[in-house]
């Protein structure tokens, strides 16, 4: 993780269903957010600043794409 947010730029993460990618964006985020204390003895805890970063999380898990894909079918169908 340490290599990723000090060298890294554009990262596409792509993993089987339940290997840890919520869990790891979560750590992540934390990180960005500067919560230095929840990685207290761990490798990264005396590598990295911990400056705060604004942090947007967007999530598509609870959507309701059934309706989505209707209402833009419905749309193709109009034009």
């Known amino acids: 993780m340490h290599k990723l947010v000090t060298h890294g730029k554009y990262y596409f993460l792509s993993r089987l ?3 840890g990618k919520s869990l790891f964006l979560d750590t992540l985020a934390e990180t960005f957010l500067g919560n230095k204390e929840l990685f ?3 490798y ?3 590598k990295y600043d911990f400056n ?3 942090v947007i999380k967007i999530s ?3 959507g309701d ?3 989505v894909e209707q209402y833009c079918l419905g749309e ?4």
């Open 76 to 79: 193709v169908l109009f034009i």
């Open 52 to 54: 705060p970063y604004p």
């Open 17 to 19: 269903r339940r290997f």
């Open 40 to 42: 207290k003895g761990l």
């Open 44 to 46: 990264i805890y005396d």
């Open 60 to 62: 598509f898990g609870n």
């Open 65 to 67: 794409y059934v309706k």
